[in-house]
């Protein structure tokens, strides 16, 4: 019977670096026997001098413990998975605030009171306390996760706070960024999380940087912070970010969401891969919709972001079990969770045992994620949003293709389109007309750059424009005059 | 014995505040001595006399007297316990 073992990346010291191993057999114990037979070395890692399983070892098959089970003698079927995950891979980490900079923490009497619910706390108490007051976080991202964790973190207390985002607060955001209101319509993002920490907890600082985080800035401002938050929702930040904490040794606190489901994990300290471990390459540009184009329960942020904050508040008190060499994914919508154990890439660029990257510089992360156009490539060419609203006006003869998906449709409306889900270009080329001028839309105005590329590889010859920015960009210039031009 | 016979580190007074902050006040001023320093808490009778000496003992720390000022307050007088 063949059964794979998994083995957490602390034990692989005794199996040659092999992650996993493939053996014959019909219980644990026999299953352990293969792999001792193969690796002898491992049989001083997981057994004692009396032939016992070594207390630190935990054992799951299939993600459950083998103590729950009927221990090393539970039954294999064909296919099991059976899981080496020693306690230090997961276990109750040192605290990322040294205990010097704990001692000069000096909890006032009205922070006494203010921070009561810790306090009482064995797990977090005074000591607890005054790490999470010295400790400095920075969070990436203030939209509706970042959000959450900044007004979770400043509740607590965190002495300071960092808050990194470029982008100003939109109507379309409210519904899920609780963070920002309806007053900060417009304003800068990190500007309007800043004061409405400032209202929850003055004793908190707070650090703005409204720049764009990249790879010019990236190592100078996570340099000053303790821990960094990752809530942002492109793959260009993820990478960067995760590859500046890996360098730097910060943990990185990741959080993503899509609809109804989150992921949590700790990347980049101790036994944790780094973001580039878990996924050596990003999914090709347009393909995937970004959150920004998929929607999002709106609990979900409050949930997830909440479990982000807790694994912040783990790594600065240095107690509990923090999601290090783990990893949880939530389906809050039916209710299931799945914890994963993770482990990082001996061979990974960055954090590996001979890695290839050394410095963020080396890394173009806009072309690493298919974001820089190809020179090689036909450009493609684009239309402004108040050019495509005057063809729409003058009646002019010409074809708008929406290949946003139904729910997108659904939501904002842009009648007089053919709608076409660029899975479909390619076999409904024949619906365009070669001779009329044909512009492509769609939210962002990235698919339709993609749907511009597809046609082009399919054969398609007539005159294809993309509107630049898509319809977010292009709403106040055409939809203002939807009842002049219908 | 009176207060007089401890060889008081420090003083704290709880009596304006309620428990749980009657509680956590008296667990940060004991945590700031060192194993074995005597620390001396002004509370009132009724819920604080119930809970702080209780709560600290589970804390490790060893309650060496209460003494009665009959006017309602008592003093209590606690040793730092092992650090944790």
């Known amino acids: 019977m063949g059964v794979r073992i998994i083995i957490a990346a602390s034990l692989r010291t005794f199996t040659n670096r092999t992650p996993e ?63 080496l995950l020693p306690a230090i891979a997961g276990g109750a980490c040192e605290s990322v605030i ?32 005054k790490r999470i007051m010295a400790g400095r976080v920075l969070i990436a991202g203030i939209g509706a996760l970042g959000g959450v964790v900044a007004e979770r973190l400043a509740a607590a207390g965190v002495g300071t ?44 600082t707070t650090v703005t940087y409204q720049d764009k985080l990249s790879a010019d800035n990236i190592e100078e401002i996570i340099e000053d912070y303790d821990i960094v938050v990752d809530a942002t929702d492109s793959f260009v930040t993820r990478y960067l970010i995760s590859d500046a904490c890996a360098l730097h040794n910060k943990p990185d606190v990741f959080g993503a969401m899509y609809q109804f489901e989150g992921f949590v994990t700790v990347l980049c300290t101790g036994d944790a891969p780094c973001y580039r471990c878990l996924y050596p390459s990003p999914p090709p540009a347009g393909i995937v919709p970004s959150c920004a184009a ?42 299931q969770y799945r914890m994963i154990h993770t482990a990082s890439d001996p061979g990974c660029a960055v954090c590996g045992s001979a890695p290839s990257i050394r410095t963020v510089q080396d890394i173009d992360y806009e072309d690493f994620c298919g974001l820089r156009e190809d020179p090689d490539e036909e450009p493609i060419e684009g239309i402004e949003a108040e050019e495509l609203a005057r063809r729409i006006m003058s009646e002019e003869k010409i074809t708008i293709i929406d290949v946003r998906e139904p729910h997108e449709r659904a939501i904002r409306r842009f009648p007089g389109t053919l709608a076409i889900p660029i899975g479909q270009l390619a076999r409904r080329q024949k619906e365009l007309d070669p001779e009329v001028d044909t512009i492509f839309v769609c939210k962002e105005g990235k698919r339709s750059i993609l749907a511009i590329r597809t046609l082009r590889e399919a054969g398609y010859t007539g005159p294809m424009y993309n509107l630049k920015g898509g319809l977010e960009n292009a709403a106040q210039i055409i939809f203002p005059h939807e009842g002049a031009w219908l | ?31 700031e001595l060192e194993e074995g320093e005597i620390l001396q808490i002004h509370l009132n009778s009724g819920e604080p006399l119930e809970n702080v000496p209780r709560s600290l003992g589970e804390e490790g720390h060893e309650v060496l007297e209460k003494i009665d000022n009959n006017d309602g307050t008592w003093e209590l007088i606690v040793k730092r316990g092992q650090e944790v």
Not at chain 1, 105 to 126: A, F, G, M, P
Request: proline share 3%; charged share 30%.
């Open chain 2, 1 to 31: 014995m009176a207060v007089s016979d401890h060889n008081i580190t420090d003083k704290i007074d709880i009596t304006d505040v309620t428990c749980p902050i009657t509680f956590v006040k008296a667990k940060v001023a004991i945590e």
């Open chain 1, 98 to 129: 040294s205990t010097e900079r704990m001692k000069e923490v000096k909890i006032e009497d009205k922070e006494i009171r203010r921070y009561n619910n810790h306090l009482q706390l064995k797990e977090i108490s005074i000591k607890g306390q």
């Open chain 1, 161 to 204: 706070i960092g808050l990194a985002d470029d982008r100003e607060v939109l109507l379309d955001g409210l519904q899920v960024q609780t963070i920002h209101s309806s007053r900060d319509i417009d304003r800068p993002r990190a500007a309007s999380a800043r004061d409405r920490l400032k209202k929850l907890n003055p004793n908190v």
């Open chain 1, 21 to 83: 191993v493939e053996v014959q057999a019909d219980t644990v114990s026999a299953a352990l026997s293969a792999l001792t037979d193969e690796y002898p070395e491992a049989a001083r890692g997981l057994f004692d001098e009396n032939g016992d399983l070594r207390g630190f070892v935990s054992i799951y098959v299939n993600d459950r413990d083998i103590r729950t089970l009927k221990g090393l003698g539970t039954k294999l079927s064909d296919g099991d998975e059976i899981y």
């Open chain 1, 294 to 335: 998929s929607g999002v329960m709106n609990a979900l942020p409050g949930i997830i972001g909440s479990l982000m904050e807790a694994e912040v508040l783990k790594l600065l008190t240095g107690s509990g079990e923090p999601l290090v060499g783990k990893a949880i994914r939530l389906d809050s919508w039916n209710l």
